[in-house]
């Protein structure tokens, strides 16, 4: 009988058979080998013997873009095609250029280090623009992923490294005054199209610019109230090779599944929704079951409403930040405003998303106790 946790058994010949994980295959599943002895001791010797020549040898002829490639074909069978596309976009245009040729058992410190300064201060004869911390933080997780992923592929490499990860910047917020509101409801009701209902929804919901994109007639329940958000659409890399179109729409689940949510809306946003109900399966935004309004589209729409009422030029994000500054300075908790915003971590409603007017913040002082003054 195999010893626990040992995966070495005595066979009927009287020799002991040890078992060992030699490597992956490209689904993830691991590949196992044997090897054999007269005693206990001798098969579990000669399976470490096996196991550190096999690490030592494979190790030796991979280079970080070689991983790199193995990781990505990992991950393409782990994730969605959405996400799968930014890692491979961050391996492509960051990692696999500046650490290509780097062998994996001659990385160092010195090499992880370089390679992140040069993010923050490219060399001069590269002409090339310092990153943003963001994009940084986000390419070094990358690059921790694919490390990680060696150290468990070749476990002889001394992979443990310090990262010099960038403080996160402080991003400008975006949010419509209570004027600039007022004058953008007042036209969007005033010229009543898809588009523009569109940006009156998210106004009142929150929602994404993939969500709305990917809103269907079926996903509003006229009885409850509510907005059932199932969908999101991207505009994403196309990862195939030899691909004509280098960019696809993509139309999947939220990113995370506190994202699929459903979300209480006036009797008044209903009624409007519901004049232009079409029936079926139809698109919000087009009324079309085929056809789509993408979020680029969506976008330079909002863009062109801004500049025909004179307001400042902001993101589409913006009428998301706006949504939850409205609903704080209504009363409303952070937990619930988290849970209709589709967030999964509450502290990233309150770091992002809740931004307490210079009104707000008045009334908040005017109730200070009068024996303080």
């Not at 008044?268 to 935004?285: E, T």
Request: glycine fraction near 6%; charge should be positive; aromatic fraction near 6%.
């Amino acid at each position: 009988m195999a010893r626990k946790g040992e995966n070495i058994r005595k066979r009927k010949d009287g020799r002991y058979e040890a078992r060992y994980k030699s490597g992956f295959k490209e689904n993830g599943d691991p590949i196992y080998k044997s090897v054999y002895g007269r005693t206990y001791t001798e098969a579990k010797n000669n399976r470490l013997r096996r196991i550190a020549e096999g690490e030592n040898r494979a190790a030796a002829g991979k280079t970080i873009g070689g991983l790199s490639e193995e990781w990505l074909r990992l991950k393409r069978l782990q994730v969605k095609s959405s996400t799968y596309a930014k890692y491979h976009a961050i391996v492509k245009t960051h990692i696999v250029g500046a650490l290509r040729g780097i062998s994996v058992n001659r990385l160092d410190q010195a090499a992880i280090n370089k390679f992140i300064r040069e993010m923050y201060e490219p060399d001069a004869e590269s002409r090339a623009e310092p990153l943003k911390s963001r994009t940084i933080r986000n390419i070094v997780s990358v690059l921790k992923q694919i490390i990680k992923f060696a150290a468990k592929q070749y476990r002889g490499l001394n992979l443990n490294f310090d990262y010099i990860i960038p403080k996160e910047e402080l991003a400008q917020t975006e949010v419509l005054c209570h004027d600039e509101q007022t004058r953008l409801v007042g036209y969007l009701l005033e010229n009543p199209t898809r588009k523009n209902l569109g940006l009156l929804i998210c106004l009142n919901t929150g929602m994404r610019i993939g969500e709305i994109c990917a809103l269907r007639q079926g996903d509003i329940d006229g009885d409850r109230l509510c907005i059932n958000v199932k969908k999101t659409m991207q505009r994403i890399k196309n990862t195939d090779a030899g691909a004509a179109a280098k960019t696809i729409i993509h139309i999947d689940e939220p990113k995370s599944r506190t994202s699929v949510r459903e979300i209480p809306i006036k009797r008044q946003l209903m009624d409007i929704i519901s004049s232009f109900d079409c029936g079926g399966d139809c698109f919000i935004l087009t009324g079309e079951s085929r056809r789509y309004v993408e979020p680029r589209t969506l976008e330079n729409h909002f863009q062109r409403t801004l500049e025909r009422l004179g307001i400042s030029r902001v993101k589409f994000h913006a009428l998301r930040h706006t949504f939850a500054t409205n609903m704080i300075e209504s009363g409303c908790d952070p937990k619930t405003l988290s849970e209709l915003l589709g967030h999964s971590d509450i502290q990233l409603t309150l770091k992002t998303y809740v931004h307490p007017s210079y009104d707000m913040k008045r009334r908040s002082i005017e109730k200070l106790p009068e024996y303080l003054l």
